[in-house]
C-alpha cells in the first residue's frame, strides 16, 4: 500500500526548486521551503511570486487559487523545520560535496520512513545515498525546467533504494499530473544522456566556424521542429550548468563525445555563462533577459558586398516527391520552371501532382485560381537535359547515387551556358565529388531542401572548397525570395541537420541496446522532457531505419569518430528487413 505522502519539503529556492514548489502547492500538498539565508528565502518567494503572477495573467490560475497555493507554503531558513516532512527534495546547485552534507543533515531530522529525493540531473544518486545511514530510502526525483509546465519526471533507481520508495515517489508524480518514467543510476539518465551530447556536438560546430551560431539554431528549429536551437538552448541552461553535466558524464562514460568542448570551459571561466549573466552564445539586453541583441558576431547581409547572378530561369532533373516539391516551389515564386524527367509518363505525373497540390492550395484559401493557373504557366515538361542549355539555374534531385549525380553533372557541364549555377540537393553526399567532374567547379553548390519542400523553410546551402562567393550569396539571395531560410555551411557529411540529428538518434538506439529504458520511455523523456515533436524512435520509424543507417554510415566513415558507429541493432534490424512505417515494422510493428 503506498505511503500517504501529504506535507513535502523542497531544499533550494532557485528556478528548479521554486517550480517544484509551485508544482506541490498547485495539487494540493503543503510545502516547507527552505534557502540558506533569510535573503535566499526572499529571493525564492519572488521567484514563486513573480511565476504565479504570470499564471494568473495567462488565466492558468484564479487570483483565489493563487491566493490558496501561497498559503499551503512555509518559507524557512532553518533544515530542522523539515521534520514532519513525509518527502524531502533536494535542489540545490550540481556540486556532490553539498548534496552529501544536505543529505546527512537531513538523514538526522526527518522521519525514519520519510523519502529522501535528489532533484540531481547529472550526478550519481548511489553517492548521495550513501551519505545517509539509510541509503535505502533515497531516490532520484529529476524534474525538467520549468518544472510547472514540462510534464517528465525521471525517477532514479540505486542499487539498494527500497522498491516500495520507487512506486511511491512514481505515484507522487503522476498525482501532480507528471509523466513519470524509472531508470537507473547513470550519468545523464535518459533526456540529458542524449540532449547533452547533441548540444556538445552543436558547440564543436560553432567552434571550428563549420557555421554560425545563428544558422546552427535556425537549422535545428526549421528543420527538426525543436522549440530551440541548440546554443541558445546552451544559454538558458547555463553554460556552467552544462560543463558540469557533460563532464559528469565523461567521467562516468568515458564517451569523447561527451568531453565539454574547450570552448564551454573558457566562457564559463571568462563568466559568459548564458542568458543568467547577460552573455552567453548570444548578448542579451541584460542579465536574466531572453531579450537578444547585436553584437560582434551578428552576421551583416553579405550580399551587399558581392554583385549577384541572375536568376530567372529553373531546370529540376528529377520526378520523385522532392524534385515535384521543388518544381512546384519555383513555379509558385515566379520563376520559369524546365523539369526533366526519365520519361513522358513522369513528365505528366509530375505536372498532375503539382496541379493536384496547387489545387489544395486553392480549396484551403492560400493561393487563388490566378496564382494557381500563373504557376502551372511557367512548367514546361521534359525528357531532354538538352532542353536546359538556357537555364540560370539548375537543381539536381535524382536519387542518392554518386555515380549517378557525377553522370549527370558531366552532362549538365556540357548542356548548360556558361555562368548558369549547377546545385545539388543531396543529403548526405559529397558536394565536391559532383563538382569534380566538371570544368566549373565554382559554379557548383548544395542546395538541400527538405521534404516537403513545399512546406519546410529550411534550405542547407553547401559551399565546397572551390564554390565562388557570388554563387553563394547568389543562391541565399534565392533562397530568400522563395519564402526558404538559407543557413550556409562547408562540404562535409551531414551538414548542419542531419551531423547533429542522426548522432543523437544512434545514441538513442544503443541506450535502447543497453536495456537502459524502453522504446516508449524513451521517446517519452525526449518529447514531454524536451520538447521534440517526436521521440528519436518515432522519428527513426518515419525516416526509414535504412536510409537512417545509410546516412549515420557517411558519418562515421566522415568523422572517423568512434561514437558515431552505427548501433549494432540498428544494423540488424535493416538486415531483418525491418525498415520502420514503410514495411509496417521497425522499432515498434504497425496494422
Given at each position: 500500500?503506498?505511503?500517504?505522502?501529504?506535507?513535502?519539503?523542497?531544499?533550494?529556492?532557485?528556478?528548479?526548486?521554486?517550480?517544484?514548489?509551485?508544482?506541490?502547492?498547485?495539487?494540493?500538498?503543503?510545502?516547507?521551503?527552505?534557502?540558506?539565508?533569510?535573503?535566499?528565502?526572499?529571493?525564492?518567494?519572488?521567484?514563486?511570486?513573480?511565476?504565479?503572477?504570470?499564471?494568473?495573467?495567462?488565466?492558468?490560475?484564479?487570483?483565489?487559487?493563487?491566493?490558496?497555493?501561497?498559503?499551503?507554503?512555509?518559507?524557512?531558513?532553518?533544515?530542522?523545520?523539515?521534520?514532519?516532512?513525509?518527502?524531502?527534495?533536494?535542489?540545490?546547485?550540481?556540486?556532490?560535496?553539498?548534496?552529501?552534507?544536505?543529505?546527512?543533515?537531513?538523514?538526522?531530522?526527518?522521519?525514519?520512513?520519510?523519502?529522501?529525493?535528489?532533484?540531481?540531473?547529472?550526478?550519481?544518486?548511489?553517492?548521495?545515498?550513501?551519505?545517509?545511514?539509510?541509503?535505502?530510502?533515497?531516490?532520484?526525483?529529476?524534474?525538467?525546467?520549468?518544472?510547472?509546465?514540462?510534464?517528465?519526471?525521471?525517477?532514479?533507481?540505486?542499487?539498494?533504494?527500497?522498491?516500495?520508495?520507487?512506486?511511491?515517489?512514481?505515484?507522487?508524480?503522476?498525482?501532480?499530473?507528471?509523466?513519470?518514467?524509472?531508470?537507473?543510476?547513470?550519468?545523464?539518465?535518459?533526456?540529458?544522456?542524449?540532449?547533452?551530447?547533441?548540444?556538445?556536438?552543436?558547440?564543436?560546430?560553432?567552434?571550428?566556424?563549420?557555421?554560425?551560431?545563428?544558422?546552427?539554431?535556425a537549422a535545428m528549429q526549421l528543420g527538426c521542429g525543436l522549440p530551440m536551437g541548440p546554443l541558445a538552448l546552451m544559454d538558458l541552461i547555463g553554460l556552467d550548468t552544462a560543463y558540469e553535466i557533460l563532464d559528469t558524464m565523461?567521467?562516468?562514460?568515458?564517451?569523447?563525445?561527451?568531453?565539454?568542448?574547450?570552448?564551454?570551459?573558457?566562457?564559463?571561466?571568462?563568466?559568459?555563462?548564458?542568458?543568467?549573466?547577460?552573455?552567453?552564445?548570444?548578448?542579451?539586453?541584460?542579465?536574466?533577459?531572453?531579450?537578444?541583441?547585436?553584437?560582434?558576431?551578428?552576421?551583416?547581409?553579405?550580399?551587399?558586398?558581392?554583385?549577384?547572378?541572375?536568376?530567372?530561369?529553373?531546370?529540376?532533373?528529377?520526378?520523385?516527391?522532392?524534385?515535384?516539391?521543388?518544381?512546384?516551389?519555383?513555379?509558385?515564386?515566379?520563376?520559369?520552371?524546365?523539369?526533366?524527367?526519365?520519361?513522358?509518363?513522369?513528365?505528366?505525373?509530375?505536372?498532375?501532382?503539382?496541379?493536384?497540390?496547387?489545387?489544395?492550395?486553392?480549396?484551403?484559401?492560400?493561393?487563388?485560381?490566378?496564382?494557381?493557373?500563373?504557376?502551372?504557366?511557367?512548367?514546361?515538361?521534359?525528357?531532354?537535359?538538352?532542353?536546359?542549355?538556357?537555364?540560370?539555374?539548375?537543381?539536381e534531385a535524382v536519387v542518392e547515387d554518386l555515380k549517378v549525380k557525377q553522370a549527370l553533372f558531366e552532362n549538365l557541364d556540357e548542356i548548360c551556358k556558361p555562368g548558369a549555377i549547377?546545385?545539388?540537393?543531396?543529403?548526405?553526399?559529397?558536394?565536391?565529388?559532383?563538382?569534380?567532374?566538371?570544368?566549373?567547379?565554382?559554379?557548383?553548390?548544395?542546395?538541400?531542401?527538405?521534404?516537403?519542400?513545399?512546406?519546410?523553410?529550411?534550405?542547407?546551402?553547401?559551399?565546397?572548397?572551390?564554390?565562388?562567393?557570388?554563387?553563394?550569396?547568389?543562391?541565399?539571395?534565392?533562397?530568400?525570395?522563395?519564402?526558404?531560410?538559407?543557413?550556409?555551411?562547408?562540404?562535409?557529411?551531414?551538414?548542419?541537420?542531419?551531423?547533429?540529428?542522426?548522432?543523437?538518434?544512434?545514441?538513442?538506439?544503443?541506450?535502447?541496446?543497453?536495456?537502459?529504458?524502453?522504446?516508449?520511455?524513451?521517446?517519452?523523456?525526449?518529447?514531454?522532457?524536451?520538447?521534440?515533436?517526436?521521440?528519436?524512435?518515432?522519428?527513426?520509424?518515419?525516416?526509414?531505419?535504412?536510409?537512417?543507417?545509410?546516412?549515420?554510415?557517411?558519418?562515421?566513415?566522415?568523422?572517423?569518430?568512434?561514437?558515431?558507429?552505427?548501433?549494432?541493432?540498428?544494423?540488424?534490424?535493416?538486415?531483418?528487413?525491418?525498415?520502420?512505417?514503410?514495411?509496417?515494422?521497425?522499432?515498434?510493428?504497425?496494422?
Amino acid at each position: 500500500m503506498a505511503r500517504e505522502i501529504s506535507t513535502v519539503g523542497v531544499i533550494g529556492l532557485g528556478t528548479m526548486g521554486a517550480g517544484i514548489v509551485e508544482v506541490f502547492a498547485r495539487n494540493g500538498l503543503s510545502v516547507v521551503a527552505v534557502e540558506a539565508s533569510p535573503e535566499g528565502v526572499e529571493k525564492g518567494k519572488g521567484v514563486l511570486q513573480h511565476s504565479t503572477d504570470r499564471a494568473v495573467t495567462r488565466g492558468k490560475l484564479t487570483a483565489e487559487d493563487q491566493d490558496v497555493l501561497h498559503d499551503r507554503i512555509r518559507f524557512t531558513a532553518d533544515l530542522a523545520d523539515l521534520a514532519e516532512c513525509d518527502l524531502v527534495v533536494e535542489a540545490v546547485p550540481e556540486h556532490l560535496d553539498l548534496k552529501r552534507q544536505i543529505f546527512a543533515r537531513l538523514d538526522e531530522i526527518v522521519k525514519p520512513d520519510a523519502i529522501l529525493a535528489t532533484n540531481t540531473s547529472s550526478l550519481s544518486v548511489t553517492e548521495i545515498s550513501v551519505a545517509t545511514h539509510n541509503p535505502r530510502r533515497v531516490v532520484g526525483m529529476h524534474f525538467f525546467n520549468p518544472a510547472p509546465v514540462l510534464k517528465f519526471v525521471e525517477v532514479i533507481r540505486t542499487v539498494v533504494v527500497e522498491d516500495e520508495v520507487v512506486e511511491d515517489v512514481k505515484a507522487l508524480a503522476e498525482r501532480l499530473g507528471k509523466k513519470p518514467v524509472v531508470v537507473g543510476d547513470k550519468a545523464g539518465f535518459i533526456a540529458n544522456a542524449l540532449l547533452f551530447g547533441y548540444l556538445n556536438h552543436a558547440v564543436s560546430m560553432f567552434e571550428s566556424r563549420y557555421a554560425t551560431r545563428e544558422d546552427i539554431d535556425a537549422a535545428m528549429q526549421l528543420g527538426c521542429g525543436l522549440p530551440m536551437g541548440p546554443l541558445a538552448l546552451m544559454d538558458l541552461i547555463g553554460l556552467d550548468t552544462a560543463y558540469e553535466i557533460l563532464d559528469t558524464m565523461y567521467k562516468q562514460g568515458r564517451d569523447r563525445l561527451h568531453a565539454p568542448s574547450p570552448v564551454l570551459k573558457q566562457m564559463v571561466t571568462a563568466g559568459l555563462k548564458g542568458r543568467k549573466t547577460g552573455r552567453g552564445f548570444y548578448t542579451y539586453d541584460e542579465p536574466g533577459s531572453s531579450k537578444v541583441v547585436a553584437d560582434h558576431l551578428t552576421p551583416h547581409d553579405g550580399e551587399a558586398h558581392v554583385a549577384l547572378r541572375e536568376v530567372r530561369t529553373v531546370g529540376v532533373v528529377g520526378s520523385g516527391t522532392m524534385a515535384t516539391g521543388i518544381v512546384e516551389v519555383f513555379a509558385k515564386a515566379g520563376y520559369d520552371v524546365t523539369y526533366v524527367a526519365r520519361s513522358q509518363a513522369k513528365v505528366e505525373a509530375v505536372r498532375a501532382a503539382i496541379a493536384k497540390s496547387l489545387e489544395k492550395a486553392v480549396q484551403r484559401g492560400k493561393l487563388d485560381e490566378v496564382a494557381r493557373d500563373a504557376a502551372l504557366g511557367r512548367l514546361t515538361g521534359t525528357t531532354s537535359l538538352d532542353d536546359l542549355a538556357r537555364v540560370d539555374l539548375v537543381v539536381e534531385a535524382v536519387v542518392e547515387d554518386l555515380k549517378v549525380k557525377q553522370a549527370l553533372f558531366e552532362n549538365l557541364d556540357e548542356i548548360c551556358k556558361p555562368g548558369a549555377i549547377l546545385a545539388t540537393t543531396t543529403s548526405s553526399l559529397p558536394v565536391i565529388e559532383c563538382a569534380s567532374v566538371t570544368k566549373r567547379p565554382q559554379d557548383v553548390v548544395g542546395m538541400h531542401f527538405f521534404n516537403p519542400a513545399q512546406i519546410m523553410k529550411l534550405v542547407e546551402v553547401v559551399h565546397t572548397v572551390s564554390t565562388d562567393d557570388d554563387v553563394v550569396a547568389t543562391v541565399q539571395h534565392l533562397c530568400r525570395d522563395l519564402g526558404k531560410h538559407p543557413v550556409t555551411c562547408g562540404d562535409r557529411a551531414g551538414f548542419i541537420v542531419n551531423a547533429l540529428l542522426f548522432p543523437y538518434l544512434n545514441d538513442a538506439v544503443k541506450m535502447l541496446e543497453a536495456h537502459y529504458a524502453s522504446v516508449d520511455d524513451i521517446d517519452t523523456a525526449m518529447k514531454t522532457g524536451c520538447g521534440y515533436p517526436m521521440g528519436p524512435f518515432e522519428l527513426l520509424d518515419v525516416v526509414g531505419l535504412d536510409v537512417s543507417l545509410a546516412i549515420q554510415r557517411e558519418l562515421y566513415l566522415e568523422f572517423r569518430e568512434r561514437g558515431f558507429a552505427p548501433a549494432p541493432l540498428l544494423e540488424h534490424l535493416v538486415t531483418a528487413g525491418y525498415l520502420g512505417r514503410k514495411t509496417g515494422r521497425g522499432f515498434r510493428t504497425y496494422a
